[in-house]
């Protein structure tokens, strides 16, 4: 059974950058796209992007400029990097696999089947 | 991007009656191309992350009980308790697969009455 952990510091300063990763277990990362999602206390669900397996990536425009993930298939991982953080930063930051339907002749995903615990940040000095 | 607009933002439902959920997008999510909605349904209980009950507007993720049904297609779709347990106390949001980014709705808030 395919297992998703994020790890990371959980007190960023402002202006600074935000690292996460989330390691896979169970499961290879082949195959699927996986997404980073946050979630600011006590609100909604934010997609930040994800990343396929090849390593082609889609962020939110949103964030785009701050944003970088990226994928190690040898150690199973996926990262994800938010730079120049603010206390809006602040949040709840998930990895998720995402479905994958190929038919079609291109592959798009469809569902986030698997989630990791999550792990929160806080953006303060 | 596609707006998802889920309503209503709470309700109240009596074990074992029916909850019902609306979730409305700006656009259609409906791919012409294999005829299948790119709308998902999931379920959060709080400390928990978002789980996958249902694709494709209407498929059964395996292992989800079948008293949870989605329905739907284009813009408009409804996920349905048919029979509300206890279990199912949670936040339900809708999500948008259909172009990136990828969106969610506000949730919805299932509570017992």
């Known amino acids: 059974q395919v297992q998703l952990q994020e790890s990371g510091p959980g007190l960023v300063k402002p202006s600074e950058t935000l690292s996460l990763t989330c390691s896979v277990s169970?499961?290879?990362?082949?195959?699927?796209?996986w997404s980073w999602i946050r979630q600011p206390p006590g609100k909604g669900l934010e997609w930040i992007g994800y990343i396929y397996y090849s390593g082609s990536t889609n962020y939110n425009p949103s964030l785009k400029s701050r944003v970088t993930i990226s994928v190690d298939t040898s150690r199973n991982q996926v990262s994800l990097k938010v730079s120049s953080v603010t206390a809006a930063d602040t949040a709840v930051y998930y990895c998720a696999r995402d479905m994958v339907d190929c038919s079609g002749g291109r592959c798009s995903a469809y569902g986030m089947d698997v989630w990791g615990q999550g792990t929160t940040v806080t953006v303060s000095s | 991007d596609i707006v998802m607009t889920q309503s209503p933002d709470s309700l109240a439902v009596s074990l074992g009656e029916r909850a019902t959920i609306n979730c409305k997008s700006s656009?259609?999510?409906?791919?012409?191309?294999?005829?299948?909605?790119?709308l998902t349904w999931y379920q959060q209980k709080p400390g928990q992350p978002p789980k996958l009950l249902i694709y494709w507007a209407s498929t059964r993720e395996f292992g989800v009980p079948d008293r949870f049904s989605g329905s739907g297609s284009g813009t408009d779709f409804t996920l349905t308790i048919s029979s509300l347990q206890a279990e199912d106390v949670a936040v339900y949001y809708c999500q948008q697969y259909y172009s990136t980014p990828l969106t969610f709705g506000g949730g919805t808030k299932v509570e017992i009455k």
């Open positions: 656009q259609s999510v409906l791919s012409s191309s294999n005829n299948k909605n790119y």
């Open positions: 169970g499961g290879s990362i082949s195959g699927y796209f």
